[in-house]
T-cell receptor, first 115, second 117 residues
Framework: ETGVTQTPRHLVMGMTNKKSLKCEQHLGHNAMYWYKQSAKKPLELMFV???????ENNSVPSRFSPECPNSSHLFLHLHTLQPEDSALYLC??????????????FGSGTQLSVL | DAKTTQPNSMESNEEEPVHLPCNHSTISGTDYIHWYRQLPSQGPEYVIHGLTSNVNNRMASLAIAEDRKSSTLILHRATLRDAAVYYCILRDLRGSRSGGSNYKLTFGKGTLLTVNP
């Protein structure tokens, strides 16, 4: 148990659906992250939030829309996805993303399949 | 970006030490060296990090070369539970949208460690 909880663990959706991934951290951290892990590819950083402000957006398509309503919760809203978006989506948190020696704590991820 | 190079895979036997190498010849003076591992069906897990000196914790040891261009993660007695992908990462500093600085953790392909019983 890392203190970062992601729901759902598995999600199957059609290309016209709208769904949301949820992440919650119980560690009192101020920074939260979304990573994408496709099969046989390295983890890719998607978004970074620090104190609820988005500080990083790595050229992610607009069909992925993040939301950070408070420092404990992070959402990834999905709409009109493509089959190539099927991947493991990982959430992480850290105390402060402005410090180089900070540790990241990851959730177990949501395995997304787009049909 | 400062990049790291790791072997694609390594194999060890249970109860034996494992030395996982990492090259980072373009490391800058302020880059921290981080190691994470990812067990099957889980998110990555922090293992250890260091800047210049060797580091020890309950999970592993980190040996950093004097010129900092390479490092080695040492698992003193491998167990079956240590089978995972091990990532060596340099945490690099970027500018943020708000004008401040923020550190990114950029993962490579890592080393797949297999532990034989």
């Amino acid at each position: 148990e890392t203190g970062v909880t992601q729901t759902p663990r598995h999600l199957v959706m059609g290309m016209t659906n709208k769904k949301s991934l949820k992440c919650e951290q119980h560690l009192g951290h101020n920074a939260m992250y979304w990573y994408k892990q496709s099969a046989k590819k390295p983890l890719e950083l998607m978004f970074v939030y620090s104190l609820e402000e988005r500080v990083e957006n790595n050229s992610v398509p607009s069909r992925f829309s993040p939301e950070c309503p408070n420092s404990s919760h992070l959402f990834l809203h999905l709409h009109t996805l493509q089959p190539e978006d099927s991947a493991l989506y990982l959430c992480a948190s850290s105390q402060d993303n402005r410090v180089a020696n900070e540790k990241l704590f990851f959730g177990s991820g949501t395995q997304l399949s787009v049909l | 970006d400062a990049k790291t190079t790791q072997p694609n895979s390594m194999e060890s036997n249970e109860e034996e030490p494992v030395h996982l190498p990492c090259n980072h010849s373009t490391i800058s003076g302020t880059d921290y060296i981080h190691w994470y591992r990812q067990l099957p069906s889980q998110g990555p897990e922090y293992v250890i990090h260091g800047l210049t000196s060797n580091v020890n914790n309950r999970m592993a040891s980190l040996a950093i070369a004097e010129d900092r261009k390479s490092s080695t993660l040492i698992l003193h007695r491998a167990t079956l539970r240590d089978a995972a992908v091990y990532y060596c990462i340099l945490r690099d500093l970027r500018g943020s949208r708000s004008g401040g600085s923020n550190y990114k953790l950029t993962f490579g392909k890592g080393t797949l460690l297999t532990v034989n019983p």
